[in-house]
């Protein structure tokens, strides 16, 4: 340094401040916040706020006035969007409460998580369909029209139930009266996983037997509320940490000066949860069902046809046509969806390397999982983790 020459000084990077008004009282809001977080390591740092607060309150007075850059919230009513508006704020929605975008949105692809539910229901050999929503809430509209479009498709049919809100043993009686008017065997989807605790409540009270009579599937994963069900709840498994990911990446580019259209961004679900209550073969062929069974099992540890056809002992060209008749599509094809299903849970759920989800799921080679699973998802195992768990692949 030269003589006489004061030393230069750095500007510090101003650390921008971000309010997260999002409960932690469920797990899909936690692991929003979890995809949050990722983001911030990657690429932050960022001064968080966030207090204790439930679904829907209202925006904590401490807003007014907060000397902040940026906010993420589950914008849940109109009289929450317009709070939010108020304080100039660049603000990302991470709910899907109001039908009309106030803010840029990220939220879970309703119609994906309806259509799952719908396959992973047919694929049990059902025809009769059901859906039990709650009144007025937009996504839940969004997800039972998705849900009766994709079971009419297949030839079922498909009626629709919205509970009047109120105590939750009244609601509980209204889903059991409703129970009892369907035909039976029947797959309901309830749109939430709070909602399919109540539908299985309700087929107790109704002396409905789960799920011989009616297969329950809900939608969240609330992986603690669904085990504590009897039976467990099967549910459809959204993808959260993304979503918490996008919404950060989101606001910003919005605190940088950059302006974003008021859109939605939507995330696709990663699968299904299978628990007891929908543990069903509703195929009216008893060998076909038989087969069914064997393969929701098996498939992830490997069995192949001849493992069925040991099982289920038949000609393995009456095997292809009865099952074809029954369900659709091949044996085997079906066995490859069922291991690719159980890669992604695992690629999505935890840090095992490739290699070992490759023997857990029966693959003799990680190669072989690595074309099969880019033939079938169109893109590699890592990616997938990468693109699914909030990363940079």
């Not at 108020?86 to 929605?93: E, K, M, N, Y």
């Not at 749109?191 to 399919?196: I, T």
């Amino acid at each position: 340094m030269a003589a006489g020459k004061p030393p230069v000084r750095r500007a510090m990077k101003k650390v921008p401040k971000v309010a997260l008004l999002v409960e932690t009282s469920n797990s899909y809001a936690r692991e929003l916040l979890h995809g949050v977080r990722s983001w911030v390591r990657e690429h932050g740092p960022w001064s968080i706020r966030l207090t204790e607060q439930g679904r829907g309150a209202a925006v904590p007075a401490w807003l007014k006035g907060w000397d902040g850059d940026g906010v993420i919230a589950r914008v849940e009513s109109t009289q929450i969007a317009r709070q939010l508006r108020a304080t100039g704020l660049p603000v990302i929605d991470v709910s899907a409460a109001l039908p009309r975008l106030v803010f840029p949105r990220v939220a879970t692809d309703a119609e994906g998580a309806a259509e799952l539910a719908a396959s992973h229901l047919i694929e049990r050999g059902l025809k009769n369909f059901a859906y039990c929503g709650y009144r007025g809430a937009h996504w839940s509209k969004r997800r039972g029209a998705a849900f009766s479009a994709a079971t009419q498709s297949a030839g079922g049919n498909c009626v629709t139930f919205w509970p009047e809100p109120g105590p939750v043993d009244e609601e509980i009686d209204a889903i059991a009266g409703w129970l009892r008017t369907l035909r039976r065997p029947v797959g309901v989807l309830a749109s939430l996983d709070s909602r399919g605790q109540q539908v299985l409540a309700a087929c107790r009270l109704a002396g409905l037997v789960v799920p011989d009579e009616v297969a329950v599937i809900g939608v969240h994963n609330d992986e603690l509320l669904c085990d504590l069900c009897d039976p467990p709840l099967s549910s459809v498994i959204p993808n959260a940490p993304r979503a918490g990911y996008e919404a950060a990446a989101l606001l910003a580019r919005a605190m940088a000066g950059k302006r974003l259209p008021v859109k939605l961004h939507e995330i696709a679900p990663l699968g299904v949860a299978a628990r007891q209550s929908t543990d069903v073969g509703a195929v009216g062929d008893a060998k076909i069902a038989g087969a069914v069974r064997f393969m929701r099992e098996r498939a992830a540890g490997g069995a192949n046809v001849g493992d069925v056809l040991r099982a289920v002992p038949m000609a393995r060209t009456a095997l292809e046509r009865r099952f074809k008749a029954a369900l659709g599509t091949t044996p085997h094809a079906h066995l490859r969806k069922l291991r690719i299903e159980r890669v992604k849970e695992l690629l999505v759920g935890t840090s095992l390397p490739v290699g070992e989800i490759a023997t857990a799921t029966g693959f003799e080679h990680t190669e072989y999982l690595s074309a099969m699973f880019r033939r079938e998802c169109g893109l590699s195992p890592r990616a997938f983790r990468a693109q699914h768990r909030g990363r940079k692949a």
